[in-house]
């Protein structure tokens, strides 16, 4: 019985596998192929699959319970092996290879598909080879208990059946392979960019003072899971360090990362105001994000403004500024204490990933023709 570190594993390889039937035709009959003690399928122990030459398995039951391309087919190779997953979760696989269509064996019509069952309940399907018209593609679903859960496939797609109750009569559908936790004690811990390490206690971060990385530190020190990912965004360039007490090799690490720029400052050009016409600004609106900041100049960039608190302030950071809905709500009053050099300039913070600004409207107060 072979054991295997990483699900993917399982479908590189056929070395392990028991071949039940050889290159010899099986049309419209069913191999019985021997099951396990250890998986139910509604409410039925498996202790036989029954394997058809239509493509479809009956699991503990002869029937057409797992169609996988269900229709008139060619099955010729048939494989059985049991496994382990990280030396602790069985499965049996059944690989089923030949030809969608009865007596028209040729590439397009190839198919070869492995499905496993796993003994948390789980059932996982795996596409080698499929048809390449749609034409020659069959029935897909699994008929659980109380419904039919349809399915499509794809070659090198993966499909699986998430278990709902022990007793096997509930399952959803998947494109995502289930998550088999390694059994391993597994540790984690942290560093920066400057080799400091760090860990979590008490959902913060907090430096170590030991360099060396042992097992005993991370025993000691690490966490089993990791964190919330906003724990550590106070870390620079960071690492993260896994260790279990297995000599098996590690698990592929799958991590997900959403990176945000920094506030990006964006000037307007100098806005000429100084024409006789101009007498002075009736109101601003913008088309923006919700978190774009805005300040105003009347001395070409020297100086920023905004209208906070019903009053014209100083800005002397970079990134501070007026929502949207301050710079929008200044009146042609306020305007006027200001507006009286006959140029104007705007400053523009933007920030997220989804901040933007497409335009400023500046409307002004003219005199009458």
Request: a negative charge; aromatic letters at 12%.
């Amino acid at each position: 019985m072979a054991d295997y570190v990483m699900l993917e594993d399982i479908f590189e390889t056929t070395e392990n596998m028991t071949v039940l039937r050889d290159n010899r035709l099986n049309d419209d009959s069913t191999d019985t192929v021997t099951g396990v003690d250890w998986f139910r399928f509604r409410e039925t122990t498996a202790a036989s699959f029954y394997v058809s030459g239509n493509s479809w398995i009956g699991i503990g039951q002869n029937s057409e319970q797992l169609k996988i391309s269900r229709r008139d087919a060619d099955l010729y190779t048939l494989k059985r092996e049991e496994g382990t997953l990280f030396e602790h979760y069985k499965f049996l696989r059944i690989r089923w290879e030949g030809y969608s269509a009865h007596g028209n064996n040729n590439a397009s019509t190839r198919l070869i598909w492995d499905a496993l069952f796993f003994d948390t309940g789980d059932i996982i399907l795996y596409f080698v080879e499929v048809p390449v018209s749609a034409s020659s593609i069959g029935e897909c679903g699994l008929y659980t208990k109380s419904k039919n859960i349809p399915f499509q496939i794809a070659k090198g797609k993966t499909v699986t059946f998430l278990h709902q109750d022990d007793a096997g009569n509930e399952y959803e559908l998947s494109d995502d392979p289930p998550v088999f936790l390694d059994p391993y004690n597994r540790r984690y811990l942290f560093k920066d960019g400057g080799g400091r390490l760090y860990t979590i206690i008490d959902d913060a971060l907090t430096p170590l003072e030991e360099t060396e990385l042992t097992a005993e530190l991370f025993e000691t020190y690490g966490i089993p899971d990791l964190p919330d990912g906003n724990v550590l965004l106070g870390l620079k360039n960071p690492s993260v360090l896994y260790w279990h007490d297995s000599h098996n090799r590690f698990p592929d690490m799958k991590i997900s990362y959403k990176g945000v720029p920094k506030p990006q400052v964006i000037y307007s050009e100098d806005i000429d105001m100084s024409d006789a016409s101009i007498l002075g600004i009736e109101k601003v609106t913008c088309d923006c994000d919700e978190k774009c900041l805005f300040a105003v100049s009347f001395d070409r960039g020297k100086t920023w403004l905004g209208y906070v608190n019903n009053k014209w302030v100083k800005f002397t950071e970079e990134s501070s500024g007026m929502s949207k809905a301050a710079i929008e709500a200044v009146s042609s009053d306020a305007w006027a204490e200001k507006a009286t050099t006959g140029t104007i300039k705007y400053r523009f913070v933007l920030s997220g990933a989804d901040g933007f600004i497409t335009n400023v409207i500046t409307d002004f107060l003219n005199t009458e023709e």
